[in-house]
């Protein structure tokens, strides 16, 4: 496995408060990478370690398996693409996405054709000769994008690029990012607060809180079966089902009833926390499933799937149904079933014990 960005035990304090205690991480080369986590999380102060505007307190920060901890940042090779668009007004867009190969003193006559496909790539050819007053704020993002990947390198690092976005706008560049990292054969380092874009973006996640990381591996394996309870809370849309039980001697006892739990945890009591995603809650359940009565007080419509929020006495649960197993939805009674092996456990650490139950 090849490593493009390795932190070893970094640290970083500001002001007396320490943001990254001893963090290590691994990303591999030619993947795409989402950083994840709350804002505050750390994200951003990892990127600043990165691309060298900053240095860590202890610990190194490799790149491509050598040392870079005191590399000056324009000598990293890095493509950057910054959260906001920090485009030129004065200049058009073919030399604002340019201005990267001019700092390096390439040529104009040299630059063009790269900044013609990179323009092509993002489909902001028709735009190069005009100014950024003059584009949408979608158009102004692709131009930073494109920017972004001008540089020829193996490792690209965008800093929530898509943010302030409407939704629509987000979808179209997720094609965009996912096709040119395919393209241009190289490691993306995409940072972002929105479980939505990780889940759709990322072959690879790593998910950061209070500047810990909680979580890595490959998003399946990662959003299947997390092995911390704040991962499943925070990686996940519509967000994880969380609710406390008591497991005694293998049997939990819950909200919506009673089960024996598969876990390594079979003597004794203690307290936990049950998860379960919204779309493993069905509205038809079967004999197998783990039973209960719940009311539906809201139905939101997303197109393909409902969104059903429910009142289990007292305890609010929310789930995903797609269209197509209820082409109805009505706030009532109704029975709920949630798919036993899809149950996971947390002990009071927030670490899994146990996933499934019988």
Same mark, same amino acid.
């Given at each position: 496995?090849?490593?493009?960005?390795?932190?070893?035990?970094?640290?970083?304090?500001?002001?007396?408060?320490?943001?990254? +205690?001893?963090?290590? *991480?691994?990303?591999?080369?030619?993947?795409?990478?989402? #950083?994840?986590?709350?804002?505050?999380?750390?994200?951003?102060?990892?990127?600043?370690?990165?691309?060298?505007?900053?240095?860590?307190?202890?610990?190194?920060?490799?790149?491509?398996?050598?040392?870079?901890?005191?590399?000056?940042?324009?000598?990293?090779?890095? @493509?950057?693409?910054?959260?906001?668009?920090?485009?030129?007004?004065?200049?058009?867009?073919?030399?604002?996405?340019?201005?990267?190969?001019?700092?390096?003193?390439?040529?104009?006559?040299?630059?063009?054709?790269?900044?013609?496909?990179?323009?092509?790539?993002?489909?902001?050819?028709?735009?190069?000769?005009?100014?950024? +007053?003059?584009?949408?704020?979608?158009?102004?993002?692709?131009?930073?994008?494109?920017?972004?990947?001008?540089?020829?390198?193996?490792?690209?690092?965008?800093?929530?690029?898509?943010?302030?976005?409407?939704?629509?706008?987000?979808?179209?560049?997720?094609? +965009?990012?996912?096709? *040119?990292?395919?393209?241009? /054969?190289?490691?993306?380092?995409?940072?972002?607060?929105?479980?939505?874009?990780?889940?759709?973006?990322?072959?690879?996640?790593?998910?950061?809180?209070?500047?810990?990381?909680?979580?890595?591996?490959?998003?399946?394996?990662?959003?299947?079966?997390? /092995?911390?309870?704040?991962? *499943?809370?925070? #990686?996940?849309?519509?967000?994880?089902?969380?609710?406390?039980?008591?497991?005694?001697?293998?049997?939990?006892?819950?909200?919506?009833?009673?089960?024996?739990?598969?876990?390594?945890?079979?003597?004794?009591?203690?307290?936990?926390?049950?998860?379960?995603?919204?779309?493993?809650?069905?509205?038809?359940?079967?004999?197998?499933?783990?039973?209960?009565?719940?009311?539906?007080?809201?139905?939101?419509? %997303?197109?393909?799937?409902?969104?059903?929020?429910?009142?289990?006495? @007292?305890?609010?649960?929310?789930?995903?149904?797609?269209?197509? +197993?209820?082409?109805? %939805?009505?706030?009532?009674?109704?029975?709920?079933?949630?798919?036993?092996?899809?149950?996971?456990?947390?002990?009071?650490? @927030?670490?899994?014990?146990?996933?499934?139950?019988?």
């Amino acid at each position: 496995m090849a490593l493009a960005v390795e932190f070893q035990n970094v640290s970083k304090t500001y002001s007396g408060t320490k943001v990254l +205690d001893q963090l290590s *991480m691994q990303i591999e080369a030619n993947t795409f990478t989402v #950083l994840f986590g709350a804002p505050g999380s750390g994200k951003s102060v990892i990127l600043r370690l990165l691309t060298g505007l900053e240095k860590p307190d202890r610990g190194r920060v490799m790149l491509r398996g050598e040392d870079a901890t005191h590399i000056p940042p324009g000598d990293r090779n890095l @493509g950057y693409v910054p959260q906001s668009f920090a485009l030129y007004p004065h200049y058009k867009v073919a030399d604002n996405i340019g201005y990267p190969l001019q700092l390096m003193g390439m040529p104009a006559a040299q630059r063009k054709p790269i900044v013609e496909s990179a323009a092509e790539s993002l489909k902001i050819a028709h735009l190069l000769d005009k100014k950024p +007053d003059q584009l949408s704020g979608g158009e102004k993002q692709r131009v930073a994008i494109a920017r972004g990947i001008v540089k020829h390198t193996d490792i690209f690092v965008l800093d929530d690029p898509l943010t302030g976005l409407d939704f629509k706008l987000r979808e179209q560049l997720f094609d +965009d990012l996912r096709a *040119m990292r395919e393209s241009l /054969n190289a490691t993306f380092i995409y940072t972002t607060s929105d479980a939505l874009e990780a889940l759709i973006l990322a072959e690879q996640v790593i998910v950061f809180d209070s500047g810990w990381t909680i979580e890595a591996g490959k998003l399946e394996t990662v959003y299947a079966r997390p /092995n911390h309870v704040r991962t *499943m809370a925070l #990686l996940g849309f519509p967000e994880a089902n969380l609710f406390d039980g008591t497991l005694e001697n293998g049997v939990c006892h819950s909200p919506i009833g009673q089960f024996r739990a598969h876990t390594h945890l079979n003597g004794g009591a203690a307290s936990v926390k049950i998860a379960a995603r919204p779309q493993h809650l069905q509205f038809t359940p079967t004999d197998e499933m783990i039973v209960f009565d719940a009311e539906i007080t809201l139905v939101e419509d %997303l197109g393909g799937e409902f969104v059903a929020y429910l009142d289990a006495r @007292g305890l609010s649960l929310t789930a995903l149904v797609r269209h197509a +197993d209820a082409s109805e %939805l009505t706030e009532g009674r109704v029975r709920v079933g949630i798919q036993p092996e899809k149950l996971l456990l947390y002990d009071q650490d @927030g670490y899994l014990i146990g996933q499934g139950a019988s």
